[in-house]
């Protein structure tokens, strides 16, 4: 196995163990040295002492199996909404994540106090193998009660925005945000709130692969960039996450508050456009 095969399958298990787990365990805190097999044999004992994967794989566990098909579902691309009964099933291994098994998860979560207050947990809504993912910050209130993100006023508007760089949920977009639940009276969530729920949005990246994320607001943008820039400096920019091209925008509720912010914003999609046919070729 190459150097970069196993630093990405140990993220991996990192994203998991933390969502099953709800912290990062120590054994994942720090990143051993990879190197390739052929170069690593003769050096094999020296470094029995550093975390190795397969001493991950034997203190990981997994997300639960995916619910069957015979589960009800939202449509062909969203993972059924009931919880399914796992306490007799096998857990699949990291190799075996899936959208519905990770989704599954997540609307089991209780990290932290906002699955006490929340209605529905709201987990994302598109197509399995998207292009861009879509990322902003919190359910609303709207989003709270369907259980769906990008619902209401909001919604609609960032429908139209994502349709006229040609995206769409249906086809080709994933839309998710950093917390899976509504934070009360819509109030900004907390950096604890924010780490409980960070690692399914990694873990959701990890699975989905999308070709270019597409961040709303300042909240997303900070949490997922770790960085505390305002969103004048930060948006229509380019950075990357995990080697994946990111942008930042802002969110559509921004610019129902704010209509002067709707130009800056038009100009920032026809840029990610651009930069998602670059790539696509």
Not at 94 to 113: A, S
Request: with cysteine; net charge negative.
């Amino acid at each position: 196995m190459k150097k970069e095969e196993k630093k990405e399958l140990f993220n991996l298990l990192k994203t998991i163990d933390a969502s099953n787990e709800g912290y990062q365990r120590e054994c994942f805190k720090t990143e051993p040295e990879f190197e390739d097999d052929v170069e690593i044999a003769a050096e094999a004992k020296e470094t029995i002492s550093s975390p190795s994967i397969e001493t991950a794989l034997s203190t990981v566990q997994t997300v639960s199996p995916a619910v069957t098909e015979n589960s009800p579902s939202v449509n062909q691309s969203i993972v059924a909404t009931g919880n399914a009964d796992t306490s007799s099933e096998t857990p699949p291994s990291p190799q075996g994540l899936t959208l519905q098994t990770l989704t599954d998860k997540i609307k089991k979560c209780t990290r932290c106090d906002l699955c006490q207050s929340k209605i529905h947990i709201v987990y994302g809504d598109g197509v399995s193998n998207p292009d861009v993912l879509v990322i902003g910050d919190c359910p609303d209130y709207d989003a709270d009660i369907k259980g769906y993100p990008a619902v209401g006023k909001a919604g609609e508007l960032l429908d139209k925005m994502l349709m006229a760089i040609k995206l769409d949920r249906k086809t080709n977009c994933y839309i998710t945000n950093v917390i899976k639940c509504r934070p009360p009276q819509d109030r900004e969530p907390s950096s604890e709130e924010k780490d409980a729920c960070f690692s399914f949005l990694e873990a959701q990246i990890k699975v989905l692969k999308p070709k270019m994320l597409l961040c709303l607001g300042r909240i997303a943008a900070q949490t997922i960039l770790d960085s505390e820039d305002s969103m004048s400096n930060m948006h229509g920019n380019f950075y990357e996450y995990n080697k994946i091209p990111l942008m930042v925008t802002y969110h559509p509720n921004a610019l129902l508050k704010n209509a002067e912010l709707k130009k800056p914003a038009w100009d920032d999609l026809k840029k990610f456009r651009s930069k998602l046919d670059e790539i696509s070729k």
